[in-house]
């Protein structure tokens, strides 16, 4: 209850506080910075420069995971992460979705498949050198992953090379318990500069894990485990001078970093620096008065500061309305009856009320824009399309009763809906959804339980769901990586139902869908790839297990401070981490 | 004296270990009771979906499953002789009096609120300078003028004081004058005093006037009161009629009488915001004990929660310590003995 009234209060005090800056807040000095129009950084780079120098400035409220680029999970955390580690791949450092793509960035070139897929090799850049003067070699990068996804000490990073590398006879328990210098038998190292992973399935998309700052090279002889991320040995333009939890971390530059190696990073800021578990309301204030360059979680202005931001003509040219790739929908349960009928469904489809919806999750600024496809649409291999129109996707309760009588419940029925309890909005959202389908006939009793056991224990166990008779569940969902592949094959591919922690709630088992999945990770040509992660959103819609809701997104404030900004797709809608500057 | 400090030393080290327990008992026992799983607790310290095999690795190297008696004996037995610690590659040493190892940050307690003390001892001596300056003197005019003009703005300015909160005030003269006004065109930071004085008080003069803002006021009023009570005493008449300046009467009478109430709030006072200042420093972002206590039990941070409640006690024992002695000095009728 105290934690209720102190954040209203700071809502309260914020929104005083903004407007008193706006009196004495920046105004239009003319620059090209200036000049940019609000959502400019969606399209194009905001103030570009090659200007070297100053210290640019991040906060942020509240603390990394981790920075250990071995054992970090946070889009901002792998997007700040280049400055100090070099990953084997990287996004391509362009505004749009030529963001998406993905160029070599520690290696030569993108990794080269052989073996169906099943086998790729990197050629490690040379001359690459850490920050203490030793050079990088590949024997750097296998020990970075094997640290990252085999022990058991750094927990907090995803474990998809752990998943898709062939593991050693007996399983191989990580170099903090495995001494030997042979390791992980599947990461071959056959010289300093060439790198071979052995996969235990084709993946198509393998360079996109190379993206995963546990690519970065680590050096065993400096590695201190858990320790490691206060003790950062970096490959990138910056080292880490001192990072304290809770607090700060500041960065130089790399002496040893070679431009000559690096073909990405401009290096601009000769310091880098970030407090950490600031106030947010203050983090804006500062932002828009230009005390501060960079919010680096890049979630986007709280709600506070929002009304200044756009209410003020010269403020909101400094503003970006931001796709993140994660979507907000709910999943029907196809193994729930009425719901193992494609036509229930399709009722549901219909007769929910998207801007509703839409309004219990923060408005189209804080909920995002309304959904309606499985598919973001800064993700890769989107198309936008619309199965279930209504006027104003305001729901249309007339088209749901005609699928009702198709499924043989023209009375309508009840079921239950699962939320969770310490999410509001998603709460809000819940609501406004029992309210679309009352219009219909379908009456739904909404059941919330905490966020940490939603997928253990609840709408993530597929026996519960069952025995309970779960029809619908709300859920959001972002890729790790922005393919169609990253976001969509856990939650719709029936070979990822778990019977804890499962992330396809509907239990999709579609095969098409199955098959277009193990084609696609088979299938070279990204084009190709594309349009079957297209195909796969069509037969999940058409087969109606999931309505989406709403497609995320951010109100970003870009300072005149700062040079290079926009939007990056790859990371969830934030700015653009590699090459900022000062101005 | 002697003798009354030793006792009182004595009832601050079973006042610790009773802390101790309490903190140790909530933050194991509560959650428990609310449903809380050691599964739940070890998924927070893995990333996104994590699987089983990783929750049972995380609650094995933790020690989540050990029996609360377990746990705390311990946390005692790492006070006493120390503990070990694995990082991974190797153990580290958390050496006597080791008050535990935040998993979180992966680094011992200890050296964390040394880091943090600094920080609070900044601006919870700074502003106490101020609010007894400023509040004790405000108190005293308006206690002599007593319905004056000054009296009756100096007491709603106080009222304004008590009432608006350190996160509204801290904001609001935070956009003035620094945003505003650019007074602190790049905002406030702690600087160490020790790295630079003339920045370490530049940054703090907005917290310290913040904080002040609401101590002064509290403390103005209790001065006023104490003052106007304390002057309608037959002794204060007595020393008048005696033909005592009036100086005198005011400062070695009344003032001292005063005091003795507001010392005591004050010593209180003191200690409580030496564990931590949280409003203050949460407004600011300075990373004081008080952000650290609050950032910790959001995080769920059990060994850097215990390590502030224990030095937050700490401060608070001594302070009233010193309070009791100061009583003494104050007021010769106050034997300690």
């Given at each position: ?12 005090g914020?929104?005083?506080a ?11 000095s003319g ?17 570009a420069?090659?200007?070297k ?11 990394w ?5 071995g ?11 280049r ?17 998406l ?15 169906g ?45 752990k998943?898709?590398?062939v ?24 010289d ?7 996969l ?17 090279p ?74 501060l ?5 890049g979630a ?27 979507l907000?929908y ?9 719901f ?13 009320d ?9 408005g ?34 007339a ?8 499924c043989?419940?023209p ?23 029992q ?149 | ?40 607790l070890?998924?927070s ?23 609360i ?37 992966s ?23 101020i ?6 003197g ?35 003269s ?25 920045d ?6 907005l917290?310290?006037?913040t ?69 203050t ?57």
């Amino acid at each position: 209850m105290k934690k209720i009234k102190i954040g209203a209060s700071l809502a309260v005090g914020a929104v005083l506080a903004a407007g008193l800056t706006a009196c004495g807040g920046d105004s239009e000095s003319g620059t090209s910075g200036s000049a940019a129009k609000a959502d400019a950084a969606n399209t194009a780079v905001v103030n570009a420069s090659d200007k070297k120098g100053g210290n640019l400035r991040y906060a942020m409220s509240s603390d990394w995971d981790s920075p250990d680029p071995g054992d970090t999970y946070y889009a901002f955390s792998w997007n700040f992460a280049r400055n100090y580690a070099r990953a084997l791949t990287t996004f391509k450092n362009a505004p749009g979705n030529d963001n998406l793509e993905v160029v070599p960035d520690l290696a030569e070139s993108l990794g080269t498949p052989s073996d169906g897929g099943k086998t790729w090799t990197y050629k490690i850049r040379k001359g690459v050198k850490f920050d203490d003067g030793t050079e990088v070699t590949s024997k750097d990068v296998k020990y970075a992953v094997e640290r990252s996804n085999f022990t058991s000490e750094l927990q907090l990073g995803p474990k998809y090379f752990k998943q898709y590398l062939v593991d050693n006879p007996g399983g191989y328990k990580g170099p903090y318990k495995d001494k030997s210098e042979e390791g992980l038998k599947s990461i071959e190292t056959p010289d300093d500069h060439t790198i071979v992973f052995h996969l235990n399935t084709p993946f198509s998309e393998f360079d996109y894990l190379g993206t995963m700052p546990q690519t970065a090279p680590v050096p065993r002889a400096k590695d201190t485990g858990v320790n490691y991320k206060k003790e950062i040995v970096s490959s990138g333009p910056y080292k880490v001078d001192s990072y304290v939890p809770g607090k700060e971390m500041k960065l130089s530059r790399n002496q040893h970093w070679d431009a000559s190696t690096d073909p990405l990073r401009k290096a601009l800021p000769d310091t880098i620096s970030v407090a950490l578990n600031q106030n947010q309301d203050d983090i804006d204030n500062r932002l828009m008065s230009g005390a501060l360059d960079v919010d680096l979680a890049g979630a986007g202005l709280a709600t506070a500061a929002q009304p200044k931001a756009l209410g003020n003509a010269a403020q909101k040219n400094h503003t970006d309305v931001a796709t993140s790739n994660s979507l907000t929908y709910m999943t029907i349960s196809t193994k729930v009856a009425p719901f193992d009928n494609p036509a229930c469904r399709k009722a549901v489809q219909y007769a929910v009320d998207k801007v509703s919806v839409q309004t219990g999750l923060g408005g189209p600024l804080a909920g995002g824009e309304i959904a309606t496809t499985v598919l973001p649409p800064s993700v890769t291999g989107y198309e936008k399309f619309d199965l279930y129109p209504s006027a104003n996707n305001a729901g249309d309760p007339a088209k749901a009763k005609e699928q009702l009588a198709e499924c043989g419940q023209p009375n309508g029925f009840t079921t239950t809906l699962t939320a969770r309890a310490d999410r509001p909005k998603e709460m809000a959202a819940a609501q406004a959804i029992q309210q679309g389908l009352a219009k219909a006939g379908i009456k739904v009793e909404i059941k919330s339980y905490p966020s940490g056991d939603y997928f253990t224990k609840y709408a993530g166990a597929p026996s519960f769901v069952k025995s309970n008779k779960v029809g619908l569940s709300m859920m959001k969902w972002g890729a790790d990586w922005p393919s169609g592949f990253g976001f969509l094959q856990q939650i719709v591919d029936s070979r990822s139902i778990k019977p804890a922690g499962n992330t396809n709630l509907s239990e999709t088992d579609i095969k098409a869908v199955d098959d277009l999945f193990d084609a696609s990770t088979q299938e070279n040509d990204t084009a190709k790839r594309n349009a079957m992660y297209g195909q796969v959103d069509k037969a999940v819609m058409e087969s109606g297990d999931i309505v989406p809701l709403t497609y995320s997104n951010q109100l970003l404030y870009r300072p005149d401070t700062i040079s290079n900004v926009f939007v990056s797709a790859a990371y969830s809608g934030m700015y653009d981490y590699l090459n900022l500057g000062v101005k | 004296m002697f003798a009354f400090i030793v006792r009182r030393l004595f009832g601050a080290v079973a006042m610790l270990m009773i802390v101790s327990m309490v903190t140790f008992g909530i933050f194991f026992l509560l959650p428990k009771l609310a449903g809380q799983t050691t599964d739940q607790l070890a998924a927070s310290y893995a990333g996104k979906a994590p699987t089983q095999e990783a929750i049972t690795d995380i609650k094995e190297r933790l020690g989540l499953d050990d029996p609360i008696a377990v746990q705390y004996g311990r946390f005692v037995k790492g006070i006493v002789a120390g503990q070990d610690f694995s990082n991974g590659p190797s153990v580290m040493h958390c050496d006597a009096p080791c008050l535990g190892y935040s998993f979180r940050n992966s680094e011992p307690v200890l050296p964390t609120l040394l880091d943090r003390a600094p920080v609070t001892l900044s601006l919870a001596a700074g502003a106490a300078v101020i609010w007894l300056v400023v509040g004790v003197g405000i108190g005293i005019i308006s206690a002599l003028r007593r319905g004056s003009l000054f009296d009756r703005l100096a007491m709603m300015t106080a009222l304004a004081g008590v009432s608006l909160p350190i996160y509204f005030t801290g904001l609001v003269s935070l956009a003035v004058f620094a945003y505003g006004l650019k007074l602190w065109p790049n905002g406030v930071a702690y600087t160490s005093f020790l790295d630079n004085p003339v920045d370490w008080a530049y940054n703090l003069i907005l917290p310290w006037v913040t904080l002040a803002f609401l101590y002064a006021a509290l403390y103005a009023r209790l001065t006023r009161a104490g003052m106007l009570e304390t002057l309608n005493e037959d002794y204060i008449r007595t020393a008048r009629a005696k033909g005592l300046p009036e100086r005198t009467v005011i400062t070695k009478h009344a003032l001292r009488a005063s005091l003795t109430p507001i010392l005591t709030v004050f010593g209180l006072d003191l200690g409580l915001l030496l564990g931590g200042a949280v409003l203050t420093e949460k407004t600011f972002g300075f990373a004081g004990l008080g952000a650290l206590s609050i950032d910790s039990i959001e995080s769920g941070d059990l060994p850097m929660v215990m390590g502030v409640v224990l030095l937050a006690t700490v401060f608070i024992v001594l302070a009233s310590l010193i309070v009791d002695i100061l009583y003494a000095v104050v007021d010769p009728r106050v034997r300690l003995n």
